[in-house]
């Protein structure tokens, strides 16, 4: 089988093409990036040596582009992980969020519709949901729950959430999506909460903490989630929706101490800061659809899975070095300017 991955270059996306590569070593993965800030080569660099895998820099919003793409490589199964996804950046220019989220979105379900696929799967957000009171513990966001978003971000994610289940109904394009918590894990951009309180403890900065820390997430290791969207998109029901998460509710400031004690660095590093406008207070996902359907279930305890992730971090200094100097950048053209 063959399979194009696109933002295969970044956290997510890069975490599953390894899945594949391991799990599915008899497929083919092609990856598709536009290599923006969050989209680093560097993070494929043990696959470019795989004969299964194939990069190919280039825009799902390009429709000349991708139906090239999908006229050559003849793809059966499409996972869309390629979005722009940092709210603090909608907030700045949600153009661009717009862009790349929906449009790009409807960009690849009209290449899938041409040229046929037996699988689109979308990868989206729990905060296409909105968020939960911090006083109501007994609630979760469940696959009923109302679309209810609070960013440029989350409004982009779920109007493609919603186009593609029109592409369902209307083209009965075999669609599934894919909604998660917060992921944690390797190749994880630095901008992002754990790996730049990890990078900060690191050089002995503040930490910086939005409002009192007291926001609420619900947190996944990246493999888990790697192994529920595989599920899906092979297994799962077509035009259906499941909601993954980890039943590792944390608030941000519990999740930042244990860094820091995973580190050996003191608290007073942690720097409450003015929180980010319309921020959402808590997330929580309830996965019963996908382990009753499927028989998913997430695999890593938070406590596990947060000293692995540090550990990573420890052990690949280069990677993440590399994208706070700004240098990852440069990658792409070093591997491919005499190619």
């Known amino acids: 089988m063959k399979i194009i991955v696109t933002g295969g270059a970044g956290f997510i996306g890069g975490n599953f093409v390894y899945y594949e590569l391991k799990n599915h070593p008899e497929d083919e993965i092609i990856c598709l990036d536009k290599l923006t800030y969050a989209g680093n080569l560097e993070t494929l660099e043990e696959a470019m040596k795989n004969p299964k895998f194939k990069f190919v820099k280039g825009d799902i919003a390009d429709r000349k582009f991708v139906y090239?793409?999908?006229?050559?490589?003849?793809?059966?199964?499409?996972?869309?992980?390629a979005a722009e996804s940092h709210v603090d950046r909608s907030i700045e220019d949600p153009e661009i969020f717009l862009k790349t989220?929906?449009?790009?979105?409807?960009?690849?379900?009209?290449a899938c519709r041409k040229y046929g696929i037996t699988r689109y799967h979308q990868v989206s957000t729990d905060e296409v949901y909105g968020d939960l009171p911090l006083d109501r513990p007994d609630l979760f966001f469940n696959e009923d729950t109302p679309i209810h978003t609070s960013s440029p971000y989350s409004a982009s994610k779920a109007s493609a959430d919603l186009l593609v289940l029109a592409y369902y109904r209307t083209y009965k394009l075999p669609v599934t999506i894919t909604r998660c918590s917060n992921n944690y894990g390797p190749y994880h951009f630095p901008e992002k909460l754990i790996p730049l309180m990890i990078a900060n403890a690191l050089a002995d900065k503040p930490l910086p903490v939005y409002g009192k820390g007291e926001n609420?997430?619900?947190?996944l290791y990246v493999e888990d989630h790697c192994a529920a969207i595989d599920l899906v998109a092979r297994k799962g029901k077509v035009g259906e929706v499941y909601n993954?998460?980890?039943?590792n509710e944390k608030t941000?400031?519990?999740?930042?101490?244990?860094?820091?004690?995973?580190?050996?660095?003191p608290e007073s590093l942690i720097t409450f800061v003015t929180d980010r406008p319309g921020h959402d207070r808590r997330y929580a996902i309830d996965p019963t659809k996908i382990h009753n359907e499927l028989g998913w279930l997430p695999q890593t305890k938070f406590d596990d899975g947060i000293k692995k992730t540090v550990q990573w971090y420890l052990d690949n200094r280069n990677w993440w070095e590399s994208i706070i100097s700004g240098e990852y950048k440069n990658y792409y053209e070093k591997m491919y300017a005499n190619r």
């Not at 090239?68 to 992980?81: A, G, Q, T, W, Y």
């Not at 609420?216 to 947190?219: A, G, I, P």
């Not at 993954?244 to 039943?247: A, R, T």
């Open 101 to 110: 989220n929906v449009m790009g979105t409807q960009v690849l379900m009209d």
């Open 216 to 219: 609420v997430r619900d947190w």
């Open 252 to 265: 941000n400031l519990e999740v930042v101490k244990t860094i820091l004690k995973q580190l050996g660095k």
């Open 68 to 81: 090239e793409l999908f006229e050559s490589e003849k793809p059966d199964i499409v996972i869309n992980f």
């Open 244 to 247: 993954v998460g980890g039943h």
